[in-house]
């Protein structure tokens, strides 16, 4: 079974700080993936990446960076945290599409800005 | 034009009915169709994948895919209570690493 480890379930932080989210997979994909999900908006994509140091802008990237050193860790960063950034993060990981693969969804981070 | 939609309300279905869910696509070259289920608070969980038309069964669960009419959808039979979740429909292109996602649709089994 494909593993998609999120470091933290629940974070709270402080307006301004800097975050980062931490996700790790286990199945060797090319493929990471963050959203965030608010009620009523459904999952909007931040980032991706498709191999090592390589990523691209999702839909919202405003306000966030990603990092990916190694092929099983993607990071995102929250440069200063600001309120409307409190939302679920979820990671997801996925073999190349041309593979027809699905993603795969860590448990989430459910983020809190104070 | 959305690239996925999933227009249905929240759907209360008895206990023991069918739940249907019905998901359209705008991108005629989609190749993967995916059913994720996501139960409050937590994250999608993939129940189903379908590549080619017609029908695929997996236990209560059938999807059925039509690229004539770039729609997919998704039955639950015999109903439970632990079906109770929002069902994600999701496109796929080849080619294009990203999938496309509906917003979508909250299944509320009633024992």
């Known amino acids: 079974d494909v593993k998609v480890t999120q470091s933290s379930r629940y974070l709270v932080k402080r307006t301004g700080e800097k975050v980062f989210l931490e996700c790790v997979q286990d199945?060797?994909?090319?493929?990471m993936f963050w959203y965030r999900q608010d009620p009523g908006l459904g999952l909007r994509l931040i980032y991706f990446s498709y191999d090592v140091k390589m990523k691209e802008k999702g839909d919202i990237p405003e306000g966030y960076s990603v990092s990916r050193e190694k092929k099983e860790r993607f990071s995102l960063i929250l440069e200063s945290a600001s309120t409307n950034q409190t939302s679920m993060y979820l990671c997801?990981?996925?073999?190349?599409?041309?593979?027809?693969?699905?993603?795969?969804f860590g448990d989430g981070t459910r983020l809190s800005i104070l | 034009q959305k690239e996925v939609e999933q227009n249905s309300g929240p759907l209360s279905v008895p206990e023991g009915a069918i739940a249907s869910l019905n998901c359209t696509y705008s991108d005629r070259v989609s190749q993967s169709f995916f059913w994720y289920r996501q139960y409050s608070g937590k994250s999608p969980e993939l129940i189903m994948s379908i590549y080619s038309n017609g029908d695929k069964e997996d236990g209560r669960f059938t999807a059925q895919l039509n690229k004539a009419s770039q729609y997919v959808s998704l039955l639950i039979r015999d109903s439970q209570p632990s079906d109770s979740a929002t069902y994600l429909c999701a496109v796929g292109r080849r080619g294009n690493n990203r999938l496309a996602f509906g917003k979508g649709n909250q299944v509320v089994v009633i024992p």
């Open positions: 997801a990981s996925s073999q190349p599409q041309e593979l027809n693969q699905p993603q795969h």
């Open positions: 199945m060797d994909h090319e493929n």
